[in-house]
């Protein structure tokens, strides 16, 4: 599932007449790169939640059928928050693990790379929830949780990273949560960490967070650099 429905208020006024996720860079929309690159791991059928601007973004993305996927459309009425979002759209979802990724991050993380740890996950060999975790930004320096070896923890004397938006859930743990209402994921985040039920690891390639409009230009420089170097 690609998590695309947000206002993107700190984008504005980008985001007043375009749809966050298709706000380009590098010669293509930033929900565009998410496609390819979870097209390439092999997944196949993707689920997309849209709220704000949703008929743009569905009509620039259609069936997805142009970048050799199936894309499933989940309509908010109104933005309904990552938690929110994945359990309205959870009758897309397959039974199992269920790879979860922002639209608004660019990185070169390998998603295919997560398949021994969906297939764990399936077989009820691994913890139900696991993350990829980052260095902690500029605009986010305490970070999320910390690395006990796999495990995610939420304990203070550990130093910390930021969670990448790039996660593996059971999909069960959406199914008894309410439709189109607005929920947050970091208290469910807490519970599954106190439960023990959150494995995790750390990726430090390459790795954009685009929230703002100087996020943007900072990527595009990146991704200019990279194509002249």
Known sequence: MILAAGRGERMRPLTDVTPKPLLEAGGKPL???QIEALARAGFRDIAINAAHLA????DALGD???YGVRLHWSREAEPLETAGGVATASELLAPGPVLIVSADIYT???YASLAPRIAAMREARARR???VMVANPAYHPRGDFALDGERVTDDDRKARLTFGNIGVYDSALFRELPRGVKLKMLPLYR???RAGLVSG?????AWFNVGTPADLAALRAALDAR???
Do not use: C, N
């Not at 008929?55 to 569905?58: A, G, K, P, Q, S």
């Not at 690891?201 to 390639?205: Q, T």
């Open 64 to 66: 997805g059928d142009a």
């Open 129 to 131: 929830v696991h993350l």
């Open 55 to 58: 008929d743009r973004l569905i």
């Open 108 to 110: 070169r993380f390998d």
């Open 191 to 193: 519970d599954w960490i």
């Open 227 to 229: 194509r002249t170097s």
């Open 201 to 205: 690891e750390r990726y430090d390639g």
């Open 31 to 33: 929900v565009v790169w």
